[in-house]
């Protein structure tokens, strides 16, 4: 029975997972199909997206018409189904609420964890993102290099199936032939929004998301992600045999009944529990990493959330993959005589370097997509074509500003009608009421664009979290406390898209309600809001400056891992999902290695 209770549960494992989102759903997917007995430990609640996703529920079924609530901020259907910016009883700590100094943390506490409404864009780190202390002396290399990982980028995108295109673009890698599913059409207004950026010399190509474009490759993947392992290949062919490509209709943030997205709940764990090596535990908050007396861990504790009795389970190994800030604080809660600032800190780097992306939006509405035939553009839901970071040569040069990139994500088109589709529109109408209003909302329908932009930010020492003195959750566990400070260099950025994307929107004829924001403190968006929180566990090569080795393997503890965002050395501006799976695979080759080899 692979769903256990605190109290059903074997006594040793080969490893215990914790968390079941990204990092931990790849986890124990490749351990589990690889023959390691795995235990996985969620938080959150069980979560099963055949019978809970409202894929085809219309607005008006809904209350509010499905709009966004404090409590729901994505929309009433939104595959959140508990946690948010809040999660009631888990409360956390900015030390300052001053502009540009407040942290917001998203966390879903489900089986999945953020993968069930994530935007799916799956963006491969390039060469210089792994070396870029080395390109301008600032922020930190990791230990190690593009070449190391690719490898495990190409094995990621054929389990979950990502659709992109291989355009030979600087430090936006291409993959090998077989990796990527075809991209899908763009629509009107993306041509329209390509065209026009690229008489402005700023690229625009396809995006590449983690939704089937058409069915995986069934016959041919299993033997190439698991070789020598005919067992694995015949379940993972069955499966990938049972995803079914996208039906271009519905939104992907509700989740995908039909698994045509990439969610862990749909691609990581069924495979890895027909394998029979995996057990899950959903309700199970996990609180600390136990050392056994030869300083290894021998298990964690975590409190059954429906009895909230505490329970210990043991394993040859631990992965943390709560999520970056969550894996930090149960290492700074672990603390013991040996380890009196938190486990396997003895660097003190643990919860240092803490980063987002740093976001900017602005959207434009443009004469040229009014009162266009209807059609439906529900699409692929998203990022049919986007702008990789273009101006390399002039950052070198120094023309810029500031140090590192940010590529666009850009979108249009006409979804189907909401609760807000047409407010708002007095900028454009002078207020228009009766007959005159129904006319002007179908002419201004579909006309809008709006445009994204996603940089790198560069750790900085005033970035970070600790543990609250103070503030304990319901389950008495002491909280995380957060500091954030922008530098410069994410501040420019910040006001250079806002320039950028008014030019683009005004060479499409089109024009937007406020001018670009100068002020890049006020053009960013808050640290943590844009939900892509890395670092606080950085990798590194040396035990004195970094937390982990290049495996996610503390130095302190050798049978403690890390596969979430915490072992993130930059952050840059590829959005960081697909590669925290491509390292959470590497960790897991990794911890088999040393397993066979009877050294973990
Ligand atoms: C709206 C939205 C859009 C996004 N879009 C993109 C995108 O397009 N591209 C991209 O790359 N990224 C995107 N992201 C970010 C992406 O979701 C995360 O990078 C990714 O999910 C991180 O994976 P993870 O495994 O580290 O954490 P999560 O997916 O958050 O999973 C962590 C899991 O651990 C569990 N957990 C936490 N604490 C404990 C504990 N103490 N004990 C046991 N279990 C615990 C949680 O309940 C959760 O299930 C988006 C996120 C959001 C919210
Ligand atoms: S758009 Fe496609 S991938 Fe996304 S939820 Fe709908 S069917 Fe699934």
Same mark, same amino acid.
């Given at each position: ?12 494992? &080969? ?68 946690? %948010? ?24 506490? @489900? ?56 355009? %030979?673009?600087?430090?936006?890698? &291409? ?39 058409? !069915? ?8 190439? /992600? ?14 990938? $045999? ?51 007396? +030869? ?33 930090? $604080? ?17 660097? #003190?780097? /643990? ?26 553009? +529900?699409?692929? &839901? ?35 009608? %909401? ?23 179908? $002419? ?16 900085? +020492? ?31 950025? !910040? ?13 499409? #004829? ?8 100068? &002020? ?60 925290? @799976? ?9 911890? /088999? ?8």
């Amino acid at each position: 029975m692979p769903f256990l209770t605190a109290a059903s549960q074997a006594h040793d494992y &080969d490893v215990i997972v914790v968390g079941s989102g990204a990092g931990g759903g790849q986890s124990a997917y490749t351990l589990a199909m690889e023959g390691a007995k795995v235990l996985l430990l969620e938080a959150g609640r069980c979560y099963t997206p055949a019978t809970e996703t409202p894929m085809f529920q219309t607005p008006e079924l809904a209350p509010l018409r499905a709009t966004g609530t404090p409590q729901k901020p994505f929309g009433f259907y939104d595959a959140t189904v508990d946690g %948010g910016w809040q999660v009631p009883g888990e409360p956390y700590v900015s030390a300052s609420l001053a502009d540009g100094e407040r942290f917001e943390w998203w966390r879903a506490r @489900m089986l999945g964890g953020r993968t069930n409404h994530w935007g799916r864009i799956s963006l491969r780190y390039g060469p210089y993102d792994f070396k870029p202390r080395t390109r301008d002396g600032l922020g930190f290399d990791w230990p190690l290099a593009y070449p190391d990982i690719a490898p495990y980028y190409d094995r990621v995108e054929r389990l979950i199936g990502v659709y992109g295109s291989n355009e %030979g673009l600087e430090n936006t890698p &291409d993959s090998p032939p077989g990796c990527l599913l075809p991209p899908p059409a763009p629509l009107v207004s993306d041509y329209l929004i390509a065209q026009r950026a690229r008489r402005l010399g700023i690229p625009a190509i396809p995006g590449h998301r983690a939704v089937l474009t058409r !069915a995986l490759d069934f016959r041919g993947s299993p033997a190439l /992600l698991h070789p020598g392992n005919p067992g694995a290949q015949k379940i993972l062919a069955e499966d990938m $045999r049972a995803r079914t490509a996208c039906l271009w209709a519905t939104p992907c943030g509700r989740g995908c009944a039909i698994r045509a997205n990439y969610q862990s709940p749909t691609v990581h764990l069924p495979p890895a529990l027909a394998s029979g090596n995996l057990d899950i535990t959903t309700d199970a908050m996990v609180h600390e990493v136990t050392l056994a007396g +030869d300083g290894r861990a021998s298990g964690v504790g975590f409190i059954d959330r429906t009895t909230r009795a505490h329970h210990h389970v043991r394993a040859r190994a631990v992965v943390l993959a709560a999520s970056a800030c969550e894996s930090v $604080r149960i290492l700074l809660n672990s603390h013991s005589a040996r380890f009196p600032q938190g486990l396997a800190n003895s660097s #003190g780097r /643990l919860g240092r370097y803490l980063m987002d992306t740093v976001g900017s939006s602005v959207s434009g509405q443009v004469p040229l997509l009014e009162s266009l035939p209807p059609l439906n553009e +529900d699409a692929a &839901d998203g990022m049919q074509l986007y702008t990789p970071w273009w101006l390399y040569r002039e950052q070198r040069a120094g023309k810029l500003g500031f140090a590192r990139g940010y590529h666009i994500e850009f979108g249009g088109g006409r979804r189907m009608p %909401g609760f807000g589709t047409a407010a708002g529109l007095e900028w454009l109408t002078a207020g228009s009421y009766g007959a005159r209003f129904k006319q002007d909302v179908r $002419r201004y329908y579909g006309s809008f664009v709006y445009f994204d932009g996603r940089g790198e930010m560069i750790p900085n +020492d005033q970035s970070y979290c600790e543990i609250d003195p103070e503030v304990k959750d319901q389950w008495g566990i002491p909280v995380l406390r957060f500091h954030w400070r922008w530098s410069q260099h994410e501040l420019r950025q !910040a006001a250079h898209m806002q320039r950028t994307f008014t030019d683009i929107i005004e060479a499409m #004829g089109g024009r937007t309600r406020e001018p670009a924001q100068s &002020d890049g403190a006020r053009a960013i968006a808050p640290g943590g809001s844009i939900i892509h929180e890395v670092g606080g566990a950085i990798m590194g090569s040396d035990p004195a400056s970094s937390v982990t080795n290049p495996w996610g393997q503390t130095w302190d503890v050798p049978n403690l891992f890390l596969t979430d965002g915490a072992v993130f050395a930059s952050n840059a501006d590829k959005n960081p999902t697909l590669t925290i @799976m491509a390292l959470a695979w590497r960790a897991a080759d990794h911890i /088999l290695d040393r397993m066979r080899r009877r050294e973990l």
